[in-house]
């Protein structure tokens, strides 16, 4: 069983891409809300309230590797690092 697939798959995750915004209008994955890294920090209150699991996203995994570890130095125990969006839109198939 892959955690992240189960994840991807479910209506309550919020799929969250930390890509640019231009990178995120040039191609996105459906159900998908852009938060780009450098407004995370500003934007922690918004995460915290978000009720579920939440996975992360961006181009090859590293910002939202950058992101999660980030967000769970806060606090947040529902952050995953779900990898390139590539990545993610084969696991919403």
Not at 7 to 35: F, M, Q
Not at 59 to 79: C, E, H, I, P, T
Request: charged letters at 25%; glycine letters at 8%; hydrophobic letters at 35%.
């Amino acid at each position: 069983m892959n955690i992240i697939h189960d994840l991807i798959k479910s209506p309550d995750t919020h799929l969250i891409d930390v890509r640019t915004p231009a990178e995120y209008n040039e191609v996105s994955v459906g159900g998908s809300r852009n938060i780009p890294l450098d407004e995370v920090p500003d934007r922690l209150e918004e995460f915290k309230a978000m009720k579920g699991q939440i996975v992360l996203f961006c181009r090859s995994g590293n910002r939202s590797q950058q992101a999660m570890l980030w967000l769970k130095q806060q606090g947040l125990d529902n952050v995953h690092n779900g990898g390139g969006y590539s990545d993610v839109m084969i696991h919403k198939i």
